[in-house]
């Protein structure tokens, strides 16, 4: 399958037409970016790292009976994806308190939340992807709400299969991003899943191995991200 027409620049994977309509190819880059896009940054490896992480995350998720758009790794930074119809809305689930939740608040970095939160975030950078609820999505025409139950179900399912793969790795998801997309009319988890997108701790010393790193400048970040893969067992060459 070959790259055609580049139909959009993210701010991490660039994403091309194929000749089939239904499938697309994302191109993970090494740049990495923060407050919206105004910080970018490249960090060399990245896009390698995170093509294998997702790869190796998106099939735990199919083996567990969870439908994705992920079809093959094409290349060592590329894949194929089923081609997506995307949900404006980002689904944060949190297992522990950390980031916007902190900060919005008050509360103490790491305090558990039980049963874990669901949000939802409007995807806008020029907005700053503020936060948003079921209502608002259904009445700007972002998704039904039979769309969000589902995605809400999904999410939770995912949290509860990683939990477990990260915690046999001694670490500890504190949270996650997950975006879906409809596809021929049913709901499919789309984007990604790596470092870039949850907050992942070491059990015992609580180390920040994700871009938590990136964001608060504590360095060697993508050392960071490959122990996590090599720690839950994602092949990195
Ligand atoms: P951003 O848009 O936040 O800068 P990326 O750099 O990761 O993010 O760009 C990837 C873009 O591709 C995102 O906008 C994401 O919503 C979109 N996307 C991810 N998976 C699919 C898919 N299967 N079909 C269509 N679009 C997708
Ligand atoms: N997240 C993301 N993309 C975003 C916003 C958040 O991948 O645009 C992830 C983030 O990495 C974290 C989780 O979603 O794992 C919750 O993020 P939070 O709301 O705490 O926001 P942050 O402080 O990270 O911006």
Known sequence: M????????GKAKSVYETEDNDLLILHFRDDTSALDGKRIEQLARKGVVNNRFNAFIMQKLADAG????????????EVLVKRLDMIPVE????????????RRLGLEEGQALTPPTYELFYKDDALGDPMVNES???SLGWATEAQLTRMEELTHQVNEVLKALFEAGDLILVDFKLEFGVFHDRIVLGDEFSP???RIWDKTTKKKLDKDRFRQSLGDVIEAYEEVASRIGVPLS
């Open 136 to 138: 608002l999505s259904i």
């Open 91 to 102: 689904c944060v689930v949190r297992n522990f308190a950390a980031g916007s939740l902190v």
């Open 196 to 198: 870039d997108g949850c």
């Open 66 to 77: 969870i439908e994705t758009h992920f079809e093959k790794q094409l290349s060592e930074d």
């Open 2 to 9: 070959q790259k055609q027409k580049l139909l959009y620049k």
